[in-house]
């Protein structure tokens, strides 16, 4: 199977990360998909909620991954990316890396990408 990144194909932020992705995967290690694809999420049971708020991948069919935890394994299928290892390994050894993701995601508006979309706030549904 390889790698299965979920992405959301409503978001200009993660369209373009998307985009940015797929042009690093000379291999064609990793099948890039939008998680609005009708019965997608149900087909690899991902929950909406997990995949609106963070990347999700998931590896040979056994191995799900989220946010900072999901981009180190993205990386190792990308030799571009290669040199960002020890920096997410790190940081998730350390607690860092799901923050610096989260304020990344929630911040998307500061950095100079075609736009961004708002990660929903689960402290205001409540």
Do not use: H
């Not at 199977?1 to 995967?25: E, H, N, Q, W």
């Not at 009708?38 to 049971?45: F, I, R, V």
């Amino acid at each position: 199977m390889g790698t299965i990144v979920f992405y959301d194909g409503t978001c200009p932020f993660c369209v373009f990360s998307a985009r940015k992705l797929k042009k690093l995967d000379w291999m064609n290690k990793l099948r890039i998909l939008d998680l609005y694809t009708p019965g997608l999420l149900d087909q690899y049971n991902v929950p909406i909620e997990k995949a609106t708020n963070r990347i999700q991948v998931i590896k040979n069919s056994n191995i799900r991954k989220e946010g900072m935890d999901a981009l180190l394994l993205i990386s190792f299928d990308l030799p571009l990316l290669w040199i960002f290892i020890p920096f997410f390994w790190l940081s998730i050894k350390l607690g860092f890396g799901s923050k610096i993701y989260d304020w990344i995601a929630k911040n998307r508006f500061l950095f100079p990408l075609p736009g961004y979309c708002p990660i929903p706030d689960p402290k205001k549904n409540k």
